[in-house]
């Protein structure tokens, strides 16, 4: 993966929280780190979000609100 241009936590707060529940809504879970960014590179997510979600701490996501979380702990 790129290296993204601005700091992960800068790229987290300009995520659209409404986006990435919309891109998870049809997501099979629980998923891990690896299958989500798979999931979302399939489905033509930004760079800016794949670089957020190799950045999420490694675990299974159960819910689109996970990933919420996870992302808001990076933006600080």
Do not use: C, K, T, W
């Amino acid at each position: 993966m790129a290296v993204p241009s601005r700091p992960i936590s800068e790229i987290a707060r300009s995520l659209s929280p409404s986006e990435i529940v919309d891109l998870f809504r049809e997501a099979h879970f629980p998923a891990d780190r690896a299958q989500l960014v798979d999931y979302a590179r399939d489905h033509f997510a930004s760079a800016d979000l794949l670089a957020v979600l190799d950045s999420i701490p490694a675990g299974i996501y159960h819910s689109p609100a996970q990933i919420l979380n996870a992302i808001s702990a990076l933006a600080g």
